[in-house]
């Protein structure tokens, strides 16, 4: 399902995608249902990928309730809007970077977390508009898992 999105929207900068000019004065995050409801949808995400046997091995030793308060913050500010001087793109590898090395994470791994997201907006109710919304905005982040992974299988070649 988002590797399908990916090629309509990979040519669109990463930073333009999360900074939104909101249709109405209301913010994607407010149109969501709020941080409430961003909360329920975290947990809930979070549930869904750690009983994908693909995804486990990503999250071993990992404190969960830190990286739910981390993934919550980043959303929060994803559905509403992106500071200028924030790099997305690199928040993103440099994030990840310890998961390239480690554990494999590449552009897959994406695709299988972000069906998870959408997975889980559609079973909390959220209306395919507003998923659609969302959907925009994450899937240009692949770019910077498939970077990640490039540099990953680049050291072994150096």
Do not use: W
Request: neutral net charge.
């Amino acid at each position: 399902m988002i590797a399908q999105l990916t090629s309509d929207t990979s040519t669109r900068s990463i930073n333009s995608q999360c900074s939104q000019t909101p249709k109405s004065k209301r913010t994607l995050l407010d149109r969501l249902g709020g941080v409430p409801a961003l909360r329920a949808a975290v947990s809930e995400f979070y549930k869904r990928l750690l009983a994908d046997p693909a995804l486990t091995i990503m999250f071993e030793g990992v404190r969960m309730p830190l990286l739910r308060t981390h993934q919550l913050a980043f959303m929060r500010t994803a559905f509403t809007e992106i500071p200028e001087d924030f790099d997305v793109f690199n928040h993103i590898v440099q994030k990840h970077m310890r998961l390239f090395y480690d554990k494999g994470l590449n552009e897959t791994h994406f695709d299988l977390v972000a069906t998870h997201f959408v997975q889980t907006l559609q079973h909390l109710g959220i209306s395919v508009e507003l998923v659609t919304e969302v959907v925009d905005i994450v899937v240009p982040l692949r770019a910077a898992f498939a970077h990640g992974a490039e540099i990953n299988v680049g050291r072994y070649f150096v």
